[in-house]
C-alpha cells in the first residue's frame, strides 16, 4: 500500500509562481511512474505532467510545457511540481497518483492505483 500527501497549495496573481510536493510512504517499487493530474469545477480530471522513477523521463501536457516542470528526489521519496507562469485557467484541484502504467498511457486516470487527496490551487487575474 502506498499513501500520498500533496502540499503546496494556495492563492496566487497571474504571473505568479507555486511548487506543490507529494510525499509517498509505504511500500515504495523501485519504479513506477508518479504524475499529477488537475480538475477544475465542471471539466474532468486531466494528467498535467509525470515523471518515470527509475529513468527519470517526464512529460507533459501541451498547455503546461515550459511553465511546470516536474522533479523528483528519491531520498525523501517526494515528487515536485513547480509552476512558473501561473494562469487563471491553472485553477483547480490537483492531484498527486502514483501507477505503473507505460509511457504512453501517463494520462490515463485507470492507469493509476493510488491517489492523494489533493491540493486547491486558485489563480487571480
Known amino acids: 500500500q502506498v499513501q500520498l500527501v500533496e502540499s503546496g497549495g494556495g492563492s496566487v496573481q497571474a504571473g505568479g509562481s507555486l511548487r506543490l510536493s507529494c510525499a509517498a510512504s509505504g511500500y515504495i517499487a523501485s519504479s513506477y511512474c508518479m504524475a499529477w493530474f488537475r480538475q477544475a469545477p465542471g471539466k474532468e480530471r486531466a494528467g498535467v505532467a509525470a515523471i518515470y522513477t527509475g529513468s527519470s523521463n517526464t512529460y507533459y501536457a501541451d498547455s503546461v510545457k515550459g511553465r511546470f516542470t516536474i522533479s523528483q528526489d528519491n531520498a525523501k521519496n517526494t515528487v515536485y511540481l513547480q509552476m512558473n507562469s501561473l494562469k487563471p485557467e491553472d485553477t483547480a484541484m490537483y492531484y498527486c497518483?502514483?501507477?505503473?502504467?507505460?509511457?504512453?498511457?501517463?494520462?490515463?486516470?485507470?492507469?493509476?492505483?493510488?491517489w492523494g487527496q489533493g491540493t486547491q490551487v486558485t489563480v487571480s487575474s
Open positions: 497518483a502514483a501507477g505503473f502504467g507505460a509511457y504512453w498511457r501517463w494520462r490515463t486516470i485507470n492507469e493509476y492505483k493510488y
